[in-house]
């Protein structure tokens, strides 16, 4: 049986490797744990080794730029360095015994292995995280089961098992792993337990040994392993490994505690457990918290770095500025609460506020396309249509998909587009499509309890509409104090595309088409 050695993940910056030096040679026999080679990076060196006992095959050369799960070498387990030979053992009784060796794995049961790795998701997607295993390791799976959840930093999808077998778990959760890594393998139905048996009657006849073999692997932590003793604090040389050979799981890290830096105060605290001591005099009285004081680290998603990095380019690559207004939202309310009742049994979904900012945008950017409009190097780029994106937050994160040609759309339509695309984010189902483009963005603080904000550009739009919530507040109307339902409207844009006659124009004309909704349906 083959085995694949690959090139491991060695830090989220960290994108490719060059192989050294070869510690073994192509064709010498290795045994587990064992190093065979030294890979460096742009930060450190580290050393390769061996996954299982067997037959080394060089696939790289000294010198090779290898990438983060590119194959370095194979090992032929089982060995054709010697012959499976009956043993010839010399009894008491002068006679010579034969002792059956224990046989390789059979070829049937090794093609019987199916290496599971991560598909191409988009072009610009080069990484991506393995965020749960929705299957265990050693479980039975079904072709086309569902049998872990990825996650770019763009979109959640799941990965389906390609055959039916038992899964081997590689990679664990939380890995982050470039496109085309192995993340696990599927084994033929109930592969794993001949080679069980076959092991018994060797483990029967061995000596039994209370001490464990230390090997290049005892004390060692797993990349994963490393990584929390490290936020923790905690030495690797304090920690008792679990795993194969002696190696530090994930699991000893994270059940590892830290022990205080001082050698003395650990000694005087051993030495003291169970002795008696005297009585000292009452401490003075001092204001103590009461209750758990702890800290909770979560690692950050795909979706919530690219959301930060990106957030942070625009405040640093645009001349961002907001401009403020308001609307009565008597008329809409109005409207709303007389026809809401119809429009559902007609239509089959409920009619919100969306679709009526949704419509009132899409006639504004026609007076006003600067708005809609995008830079590209040198060159503006104003479009005929209206891709109106909107922001949804969902259980993972900030999202924003796209409604295509929503100027061409009824407000029915509108708003099942908004309905279906907000379960789909809530699902984490939108696709790399859905969320791609957009010519203008509408987000909505209000839902929330937001009074005011200045809502950030979603690059590379120039300029972003930004919804708050509605308040009775005291107004005057022809000449009296009344109170009606008022929103605050925000509009963020870019200084360097949109002036400030045409962001003020925009919004004003959003405001009038909000007041007066019959402006809408006649276009005027």
């Known amino acids: 049986m083959s085995l694949t ?34 890979l460096e990076s742009d930060k450190a060196t580290f050393e390769l080794t061996a996954e299982a006992d067997g037959v080394l095959k060089t696939q790289a050369k000294e010198g090779d730029t290898l990438p983060i799960g590119a194959v370095v070498a194979i090992i032929e387990e089982g060995g054709a360095v010697e012959e499976s030979k009956p043993a010839a053992v010399e009894s008491s009784s002068k006679e010579t015994v034969a002792v059956p060796a224990p046989q390789p794995e059979t070829p049937a049961t090794a093609a019987s292995s199916l290496e599971v790795k991560v598909p191409t998701v988009g072009e610009s997607i080069t990484e991506v995280t393995l965020s749960r295993w929705i299957k265990k390791d050693g479980d039975t799976v079904a072709m086309d089961e569902a049998i872990a959840e990825l996650e770019s930093d763009k979109a959640t999808f799941e990965l389906t098992a390609e055959k039916a077998g038992v899964l081997k778990t590689i990679a664990q959760e939380g890995d982050v792993l470039p496109i085309g890594a192995v993340v696990c393998t599927i084994e033929g139905s109930g592969a794993a337990k001949p080679a069980a048996t ?40 304090g920690v008792s490994g679990t795993g194969v050979a002696g190696r530090i799981t994930k699991e000893d890290a994270l059940l590892a505690e830290k022990v205080s830096e001082n050698p003395q105060v ?5 030495k003291d457990v169970g002795s008696p001591k005297p009585a000292a005099a009452a401490p003075k009285t001092e204001t103590v918290a009461s209750g758990p004081r702890s800290d909770r680290r979560e690692k950050m998603s795909s979706l919530r770095k690219t959301v930060a990095r990106r957030l942070v ?29 119809k429009f ?29 409009a995008r830079i590209e190097g040198e060159e503006i780029v104003y479009s005929n249509f209206a891709d109106i994106s909107i922001a949804v937050s969902a259980p993972k994160g900030l999202v924003v998909p796209v409604i295509r040609n929503a100027e061409s ?48 550009l979603n690059s590379p739009q120039s300029a972003i509409l930004g919804m708050h919530n509605i308040i009775e507040r005291p107004v005057a109307v022809n000449g009296q104090v009344v109170i009606r339902p008022m929103m ?22 959003v ?14």
Request: proline residues 5%; aromatic residues 6%.
């Open 266 to 270: 650990n000694k005087e605290a051993l």
């Open 488 to 509: 605050y409207l925000a509009l963020s844009y870019d200084h360097r595309i949109i002036d400030g006659r045409e962001s003020v124009s925009f919004l004003v004309r």
């Open 409 to 456: 759309m009824s407000l029915a339509e509108i708003e099942k587009a908004v309905a279906a695309l907000a379960v789909k984010a809530r699902d984490g189902k939108l696709t790399l499509e859905e969320m791609s483009g957009g010519t203008f963005t509408i987000t909505n603080g209000g839902v929330f309890g937001s009074m005011m904000s200045t809502p950030i």
């Open 511 to 524: 405001k009038q088409l909000l007041e007066d909704p019959s402006r809408l349906l006649l276009g005027v």
């Open 5 to 38: 050695i690959k090139v491991p993940p060695v830090g989220e910056s960290i994108t490719e490797v060059t192989l050294s030096s070869w510690k073994k040679k192509d064709g010498d026999t290795v045994k587990m744990d064992e190093v065979i080679a030294e």
């Open 198 to 237: 076959a092991a018994a009657p060797a483990a029967a006849s061995a000596p039994v040994t209370t001490e464990k073999a230390t090997t290049y692997a005892s004390g060692t932590p797993s990349p994963a392993a490393a990584k929390i003793l490290a936020e923790k604090g905690v030495d690797a040389k």
């Open 313 to 341: 380019a625009v405040k640093n690559e645009t001349a961002m500025l907001t401009t403020f207004n308001e609307v009565d939202m008597s008329p809409i309310m109005e409207l709303r609460t007389k026809y809401k009742d």
């Open 344 to 372: 559902k049994e007609k239509h089959g979904v409920g009619l919100g506020f969306m679709s009526f900012f949704t419509k009132a945008v899409c006639e504004a950017l026609k007076d006003w396309p600067a708005v809609g």
